[in-house]
C-alpha cells in the first residue's frame, strides 16, 4: 500500500513537471503566433495560420506518437517527457494563439486610436496598452485550456512516460488492484485542476480591481 | 527512414477499416453526450438544492479528471463489479459522459441567453411554464449553441484515437497494431494524421458555413 | 509672408463607394483657430483623422510644416509615407476625442506621462511634475491617481486634453470633444478651450455642434456639406450673414433645436 502511494507521488512529480513545461512552451507559442496572426505581413500570417489548422487538425495524439515514434527516424530522439511536452505545447499554443488574437482583437478600435494620436509605435501600443487590457480578457480561456492540458499529460503514459496514469496502471498491474488506484490519482488530477482554476481565479480579480474593463468597441 | 508507398498501401484497407470505427465511435458518442448533456443541464437547474449540487459536483469532478484514465475505469474497474463491457461500448460511454459535461454547459449558456422579459412576456401571455419552454425559450435557444456543439463533435472525433488506449481498433488502433508488427511508425501514424488533418479542415470549413447561416438567420 | 502651417491640396477620400471629401483644399496659418461645421457625414471629422493619420487619403497632398505628411521623397521621388515617417510627421499634432480614448487600466496621471515617458524618453519625475501642471490647468490636479472609470465624462474629456497637451504639440485637433457629454457637463470642456485659445498659441481645429462657442473661439468658420466646403469667413460673416443657402438652412435648423449663437 505505502509502496503504490510512492509510486503514485512518483507519478504526480512527473506530471506535475510536464504540465509546468509544456504550459510554457504553449503560452510563448501562443504570444507569437497569436500577434502573428495579426501581423500585416502576408507571409508571417500564412505561417501561423498553417501552424495552428496543422496543429489543430490532426489530433494531439497523433501528435505525440509522431513525435515519439517518427522523428528519431529523422534523426530526432527524443526522450518521452521531451517529446510530451513538444507535442503538448505545440497543440495547445495553437489553440492558445487563437485566444490571443480574440483578446487583442476585442480591444476597441478607441484605443488604437488613442495609441495613434500620442504616437505610440505599434511595439508600444501592444506593450503598454493593448495587452495589458487584453491578458485581462484571455485569463479565463487560458485557465480552461491549462486544465485541459493538465488532462491531456495523461496520454503521455502511452509512450512511457511515468506520469501518474501511468504509475496507476503500475500499480494495477502488480497488486491487481484496479479501483484503487484510478480512484487516487483522480482525485489528484480533480485538486490539481481545481488548484489551477482558483489560481487563475484570483488573478483575474487581482487584475479587474485597480483596472477597468476595456471599453466596448465603438461603431464608426 | 525512406517512405515506403508498397507498406502505406498493405495498410491503408486496415485504417480505412479503423476509420469506420473511428467514425462510428464519434456519432454514438456524440449522441450520449448530448442526451445525457440536457440531462445535466437540466438537473443543475432543479429545484431540488441537493440535486443540483450533486449533479454539478459529478459533472465538474469529470470535466477535472482525464478522458484516458474514464476509459481505463469503466473498462478495467466496472468488470470488478459484474458489469463487462466491450471496449467500444466502454469507449463510446467514456467519450460521451466526459464531453456531457462540456455540452451541459453549452445549454446552460444557450438557456440563459435568453432574457428575462422573454419569461416574463410569456407569463403575460398566460403560457404554461411546458409551453413556454417549448415555444418561446428552446426555439431560441437552439440556433447560437448550434456552432458551439459542432466545434464539440469535432474534439471528439480528435480524442477518439484515445479509444486504442482500451483496445478499440479504431484507425490509431489499426495504424499502431500495424507499426508495432512491422516497427515501422512513419507511414501508419503520419497517415493517421493526413486522415484527421482532411476531416477536421472540411469540417472547420463548414462549421463556419453553419455559423454564417446562423448569424443571418438571427 | 508666413507660410501655413497645414496645407491641405486637393484630397479626396471614400469609404467604399461613399466619397466623403470630395477634392478638397484648406490652408491653416500658424497659430489660427479654426472652427468646421456642418452636418454629420459632411466630412469634417475625416478631416481631422486624416489629420492624424487615423485615415489615409485617395488622392492629393498634405504638408504639415511644408513637410509633406502622407509622402515622402526617396531617390527623388514622392512614394508614400511608412511608419518611421508617419511617426515623426504625428509629433507636432495632438487629438481630443469625441470618446476621450482614454486608457482604461492606467490611472489619470498614467494616461498623461505615458506618451511623453515611452514616445520622447522624458524621466518620469519630470513627466509627472508636468502632467500635474496639466492637470491643474485643467482642475483635476486632485484625481491624479483616480481611474478613469471614476471620473464624469467632463472630467475625462478635461484628462483626455491634458493627455493631448503633454506632447507639446503645435496643432491641437478637437473632434466633437462634447458631443458625448450630457448638457450639464459640456461647459466645463469648453471653459478648458477658451483657456486654450487666450493663453497658448497653438493651431487649433475645432470640429463642432456648439455654434455659440464656435463664433466665440474661432478665427474662421468653414461650412462644410457633402465633403465639400460651401463657405467660409469670419464667424460674424457666417453666423449673421450666411451667404450660401445651404449654411443658411442648417444654421436655421441648428437654432431651431436650441442652441444660441
Known sequence: MIESLSLILKGLQTTLALTVFSLTLALGVSFLAGLGRLSKNSVVRATVIAYIEFFRGTSLFVQLFWAFYVLPFMGVELSPMQAAVLALGLNYGAYGAEVVRGSVNAIGRDQWEGCVALNLTPFQRLRHVIIPQAIVIMLPPFGNLAVTLLKSTAIASLIALPDLTYQAQLVRNQTGQTLLPFAIIMIIYFAVSTFIKSGIQIAERRLTIGADRAQPARSI | MEWNWTFAFAILPHLLEGAKTTILATFLGFLIAIVLGLAMALGRRSQQPWIARAVGLCADFIRGTPLLVQLYVLFFVLPNMGVVLSPLVAGVIGLGLHNATYIAEVYRAGIESISRGQWEASKACNLGISQTWRHIIIPQAIPPMIPALANYLIAMFKETPLLSAITVYEIMGEALGAASRTYRYLEPVTMVGVFFLIISLVCAYFARVIEERVRIHQ | ?261
Open chain 3, 1 to 261: 509672408m508666413t507660410n501655413p502651417i497645414i496645407r491641405i491640396k486637393n484630397i479626396s477620400k471614400s469609404f467604399g463607394a461613399v466619397r466623403v471629401l470630395d477634392g478638397l483644399s484648406i490652408d491653416v496659418m500658424p497659430k489660427e483657430r479654426l472652427a468646421l461645421i456642418g452636418p454629420s457625414g459632411s466630412g469634417k471629422t475625416t478631416i481631422l483623422r486624416i489629420l492624424m493619420t487615423l485615415e489615409r487619403i485617395n488622392d492629393g497632398h498634405i504638408e504639415i510644416d511644408g513637410e509633406q505628411l502622407y509622402h515622402m521623397q526617396r531617390a527623388g521621388q514622392l512614394v508614400p509615407a511608412d511608419e518611421k515617417h508617419l511617426a515623426k510627421a504625428r509629433q507636432k499634432i495632438g487629438m481630443v476625442f469625441q470618446h476621450f480614448n482614454l486608457f482604461p487600466h492606467k490611472s489619470v496621471i498614467d494616461n498623461i506621462t505615458l506618451a511623453p515617458i515611452v514616445t520622447k524618453g522624458v524621466a518620469k519625475p519630470k513627466a509627472e511634475k508636468r502632467a500635474m501642471e496639466l492637470l491643474d490647468m485643467v482642475g483635476l490636479a486632485d484625481k491624479a491617481r483616480s481611474m478613469p472609470s471614476a471620473l464624469s465624462g467632463g472630467q475625462k474629456q478635461r484628462v483626455a486634453i491634458a493627455r493631448a497637451l503633454a506632447l507639446q504639440p503645435e496643432i491641437m485637433l478637437f473632434d466633437e470633444v462634447t458631443s458625448a457629454l450630457d448638457p450639464e457637463l459640456v461647459e466645463e470642456v469648453l471653459s478648458v478651450l477658451w483657456q486654450l485659445s487666450t493663453e497658448t498659441d497653438m493651431t487649433m481645429l475645432l470640429v463642432t455642434h456648439e455654434m455659440g462657442f464656435a463664433h466665440d473661439f474661432a478665427h474662421r468658420v468653414l461650412f462644410f456639406d457633402r465633403g465639400k466646403i460651401v463657405e467660409e469667413g469670419k464667424p460674424d460673416d457666417i453666423f449673421r450673414q450666411p451667404k450660401h443657402e445651404r449654411t443658411q438652412a442648417f444654421l436655421k435648423k441648428i437654432l431651431a433645436a436650441g442652441h444660441r449663437i
